[in-house]
């Protein structure tokens, strides 16, 4: 069944390629943390809160790629079908 | 049911992408904004706030695409005809 | 259908497109405003005023191509009767 | 009909690299005004202005592509007759 | 037709990649006028001359290719025949 | 059986892409700390704390896309039906 | 007529993928000027006629491209042979 | 068979792909350490243990792409079937 | 004619590549060349002689890519038949 | 036999671009521990010491791909059978 | 005639490619030689005839491309049978 | 025979990639070294030892790459068997 | 004649490329070699000799490749019977 | 004969391609070279002897390259039956 294909391909595109860039982000990030306390540690305190919160929303981006993912692998209204196709087949 | 499969890439491209440049993009700010604490803690209350604006602003435009990705699943007037179609094949 | 399978393609790839390149173009202002009140913090309301604009101004570039993909999506002329072609087929 | 998918992919292509291209010149011209403000708040004024012909400028470029991409959905030539085929198929 | 099929997708690259480009030579080029002025206030007349100059300059090139996309769309001696025959299928 | 070709690609891409970009990401951020501590040893606490948290949460993104990829080539409600297929052909 | 998709295609290659490289080349030569008359403004003469002379250099370039991809479209000795057979199809 | 072709092929991106990317990962985390022993060499204890924290994480990235490589290759259960159908071919 | 379709796309191949990478270059030319006068501008003559030697040189590369795309067109001993059979068909 | 093929493609595959990236990465550590000795001879034994612990580490990333590289072409199961198709075709 | 195409776009691919390549290092070397220049005018005279030397060598790497070029087109054993194959279709 | 094809190819594909990638990693480490003598000549001594350990570390990787090309031109089992065929074809 | 166009193809791409690589090469070495003489002009005549003795062995790697696309074009021993073929068609 | 386009293809891109690495990296190390003996000519016999060595490190990756396209184009067992295959087509 091509649709099944087409839907496993999908959800790895978009697991993977978020996830790529979202972790270079993090590690963006993390390294201007790294800096920043190195450079200033008595503002250690803020600069971890911050860290914390962008961090949380770069995570979120990729946590919206994995919903999608999912959705496609177990949601999605076709693949109930689909796979009693191929099984029947 | 070639429009499903299509349907699914263009779903996983749109997220995939999107969450990928969206967080290089807040990735980039957090950088900026880590290596602003730690030069001037004492601003460190304006470039939250600045920091957060810019971060929901670069969120919106991924959650632009969940919602086309969104819409491509399952609010898209040809999914109904199409999974019907598959169903009854 | 191939009619619906290039337009949610061509949906996705415009708004995936634009949010990657318009989150990083965002990424980039939201860099340089941090930075710069971090230098400079009694600007702080100048350059807010600024990096809003900017990022309004960039935001309508991503906000175009929504608009193209819903147009694509919904407005088409040929989408109700590819449409109807597949819930007849 | 072959034409029209051709003609949503090719509005979707121009508009979201147009996009991406212009929303990248945005936040370059962005990232220098920050850093000139914060640098020199007196210059603030003749920054903005300038800011604003270059980004304006930038701004055109996008809206060229953007109506080359409204052409190819409602004005060439060649829809008409497409939908026409479409819908009588 | 595949003809135009070929000019629509022709004159979408050609106006989608110049203003791509052209879009980020502008910015870069404002990016440095910004930091110009930023720089040395008192030159900012200088300064927008040239820049005008120069933005007029890189403009006039994404101009060649909204020329050859309307060539390609509408003056393009083969549009006609190709549309009749679209027609008349 | 052309779906269990594209489940394993599928896990391959996912698992291979994202170890890439959360590798890079980690490279990054252990950059910045090495960096870090070399310049100010007395925050090398911190700074290793602070290490930790991001490079879980860069670590945790690879995880989602160990997870879909485990759950393309295990618990996929397609593989078995396919397995069997393969088997009694 | 499959001749006049690839001169079609062609010409938009040529234009397109000149401009965006010329565009970027002006973007460095008026990146380079501007700062240079930012750090000189008494040079402004001198730098002002090089630049001028260097973007006509790079605008000839330009040129070139668009003068090829004119002969694609309209002097080419195949275009009215190919255009007839369309016609006449 | 076309699904052994597909395993064999995926095993190797995984594992080429992820050495790639951690490869690059701990080079840049080594050159950091290094660096930063260079600079501040009473500081190499902290470096040394740090540094192996991090390129143990990196390493095991790696690793799991390892370990789908060979569940690809030994361990999923559609690898028996299709050796035989080879073998009986 | 395949082979018109061919020697036309080859032709803008060339010019088109030719274009942009000799635009660029012409472009760090001149970059480097108002740097260079802005810095020490008594050496404008000696710069500017220089400059002009090198841009020249420059030009010549893309002018040979235009002598071959014009062969491509013109002068190639196959485009005479391949025109005549166009025509004749 | 298209499997010999697949195989032979993904060892050389695996093994070329991790040799590629390891060879890279170890060339970054290299740069930065020779830039290092130069800054600071002293520290020589212990930049020397990490150095090839790092430079072990990646060259184990590579070795993997060695691994596989020769499971593909000498051990996996399916190697067998597929040469004895070959010699008896 | 198949060849004939091959070898119109073998000998574009050449000239074009290699103008591009030598483009850009000619204008990195004449960058370096701007910048040279204006630090060090006296030196102007060893620094241009370097600049000759090294800008020619790159030009002979441009010309042995275009020698293929034109081996391609006008001197290769199979033109002339090719030609006449054409011509006697 | 297919085989063969595929063979050649991926030896080529194998020792042009790792030649590529171990080059750039020589020239970076060599780089580093020059840049070091340069800078402390009186520890050319320890540079160049380290400099041949970390050389002959990377070209390690690009004679695996080149076994490897080797086996799939010479050792592979399957080899004789495809020359044998194609001789006697 | 099929082998024929691959010939071609691959001289071309083999001149084009190592041009492409070479040249950049070449002018990556000059100008290192431009700055050297600017900074250092007592030195120039050390640094013209081993930049020729550089740029030569620059010069050498793309002459193997001038060498392989003559071998390609006039000497492979395929070559005789692929022309007399295509001649006696 | 479709073996020896493969292995044509083969050695050109394996010269070609690691003529390109090589070439940029033996670009680098003259780079580094050239201004270690600008800023520190004492050192010049140093730098040029392991200037040499690495250069010839470097070339000995290309000449592998180039061994395996001799072995490709004139050593391989397969050569002689196929151009035996072609002539007696």
Do not use: D
């Not at 790529?20 to 800096?35: E, H, S």
């Not at 503002?43 to 959705?71: D, F, P, R, T």
Request: aromatic content about 6%.
């Amino acid at each position: 069944m091509e649709f099944l294909v087409g839907s496993v391909w999908a959800a790895a595109f978009a697991i993977g390629v978020a996830a790529f860039g979202c972790g270079i982000a993090q590690g963006l990030g993390l390294n201007g943390a790294m800096a920043g306390i190195a450079r200033n540690p008595e503002a250690a305190g803020k600069i971890q809160v911050n860290m914390l919160i962008g961090l949380a929303l770069i995570e979120s981006l990729c946590i919206y790629a994995l919903v999608v993912a999912m959705i496609l692998l177990f949601v999605h209204p076709a693949i109930g079908p689909a796979v009693a196709t191929l099984g029947g087949h």
